[in-house]
């Protein structure tokens, strides 16, 4: 099993940019696919991007490529997103999840995560 806290919410202004991370402790960090995801009010959990186990391998959803990088630092067991030129669209409760699959074939996929955090605010203002 595994715990996940995330922090680095905040508002922000249009444009701006921040820094989420998602600590993480239990089980070897590792051996888990991460991933980001954001629920808006009224609307379903929503996949933002995922990473491999090494990190080689990174995920988007279209609406944040090129603007968003996932990264994660194993040694310090901890996952990242840094959010770039965000928007006001982006404003979302941001989740941080952990998947025990050896594929990443359904990284995006809410149901193949098996663990959460608590979640993040992070408000975007026009």
């Known amino acids: 099993q595994v715990q996940l806290v995330e922090s680095g919410g905040g508002l922000v202004q249009a444009g701006g940019s921040l820094r989420l991370s998602c600590a993480a402790s239990g089980r070897t960090f590792s051996s888990y696919l991460m991933g980001w995801f954001r629920q808006a009010p009224g609307k379903e959990r929503e996949f933002v991007a995922a990473?491999?186990?090494?990190?080689?391998?990174?995920y988007y959803a279209d609406s944040v490529k090129g603007r968003f990088t996932i990264s994660r630092d194993n040694a310090k067991n901890t996952l990242y997103l840094q959010m770039n030129s965000l928007k006001p669209e982006d404003t979302a409760v941001y989740y941080c999840?952990?998947?025990?699959?050896?594929?990443?074939?359904?990284?995006?996929?809410?149901?193949?995560?098996?663990?959460w955090g608590q979640g993040t605010q992070v408000t975007v203002s026009s």
């Open positions: 999840a952990a998947s025990l699959s050896r594929s990443t074939y359904y990284y995006n996929i809410t149901e193949e995560y098996d663990y």
């Open positions: 990473v491999s186990w090494s990190g080689d391998s990174t």
